[in-house]
């Protein structure tokens, strides 16, 4: 997902899990899971944000393959410091919700 108009439909529409450092916007959907990452600039230098968005990618491919929908993961610097398996939690729930 690249497009802003993406980005805010999914904003509008999905359903949020909040966590510290970590927002979880998601949509249903049926052809597979879609994902689009936002991570704020005063999450620290880009060193710092390239490594959330490893993170996220690689707690993304950890979920279940049979999850479906699109979402948004939006962190902040917080989710350097957040422990990997409750990332994949998180993201989970976030994708169960919609």
Known sequence: MRSTQDFRRVYARGKRTKRPGLMVAALPGSTGLVCGLAVRKGAGTAVDRNRIKRRLRGALDVLPAGLSGTIVVQASDAALTIPFQELVG??????EAA
């Open 90 to 95: 998180t993201l989970r729930a976030g994708v």
